[in-house]
């Protein structure tokens, strides 16, 4: 079966410290695997899209790593703010036929404190 | 460049009524794809319309349709409201849709609609 699973589910960081959210999925074949930021009541706006063959990518202080062979992704966060209190949401697209599937984790709740 | 734009923000229904949302993309963008968002759920994908026709559908019963015009403007329709309907609603578009085989378009999403039924 298809999955996302993140993890943790909710994480307190400390303004200016650094911190690591997790994504592994199921999804196979797999296509491409995005990071999303949700702010509160607001649409999703996309972080990074990351192929097959692609092992880290970055977006300012933000830096998303991809492991195909083990299934794992982690979103990176360097030197929290307190505009980075939000939700991450990991997206997995497969490509098993012509128009592919999409497969959604829960999302990490992310709360920076001053 | 205008963003995506979804009305109205903010819906109140009852059970049984239907609603109607709609979703501007961004100019140029030819795909609309439609997402539920609930707390217990998470982000579900209802269906993407790409060139007025309905390319990619998920899991939803057939109470929830939509259409696109030829403006690439969509709306969704929900009819005979149930309570478990109630969530966000966003609508997303790109230029030539992201569930297209090795396709890595951005997605861009609206601020999404606020769906409550009483």
């Given at each position: 079966k298809n999955q996302v699973e993140q993890s943790p589910q909710s994480l307190i960081i400390l303004e200016g410290k650094n911190c690591t959210l997790q994504c592994n999925y199921t999804v196979s074949p797999f296509s491409n695997l995005r990071w999303y930021k949700q702010d509160t009541g607001r649409g999703p706006v996309s972080l990074t899209i990351m192929t097959?063959?692609?092992?880290?990518?970055?977006?300012?202080?933000?830096?998303?790593?991809?492991?195909?062979?083990?299934?794992?992704?982690?979103?990176?966060i360097t030197a929290s703010q307190l505009s980075d209190s939000a939700s991450y949401i990991c997206v997995v697209y497969d490509r098993g036929s012509t128009l592919g599937r999409l497969y959604f984790g829960r999302g990490t709740q992310l709360t920076v404190w001053p | 460049k205008a963003g995506v734009t979804q009305t109205p923000r903010y819906l109140i229904k009852t059970r049984g009524q239907q609603v109607t949302l709609s979703c501007s993309p961004i100019?140029?963008?030819?795909?609309?794809?439609?997402?539920?968002?609930?707390?217990?759920?998470?982000?579900?994908?209802?269906f993407e319309y790409f060139s007025e026709t309905q390319r990619n559908k998920g899991n939803f019963p057939g109470r929830?349709?939509?259409?696109?015009?030829?403006?690439?403007?969509?709306?969704?329709?929900?009819?005979?409201?149930?309570?478990?309907?109630?969530?966000?609603?966003?609508c997303a578009s790109s230029l030539s849709g992201v569930l297209v085989r090795e396709s890595y378009n951005e997605q861009f999403f609206g601020p999404g609609t606020r769906l409550t039924v009483l």
């Open positions: 097959f063959s692609e092992n880290t990518k970055s977006n300012g202080r933000y830096t998303a790593t991809l492991d195909a062979d083990t299934k794992q992704s982690s979103l990176h | 100019s140029g963008h030819r795909s609309v794809s439609w997402y539920q968002q609930t707390p217990g759920q998470g982000l579900q994908f209802l929830f349709s939509g259409r696109q015009f030829s403006n690439s403007r969509s709306e969704m329709n929900v009819s005979t409201l149930e309570l478990g309907d109630s969530a966000l609603y966003l």
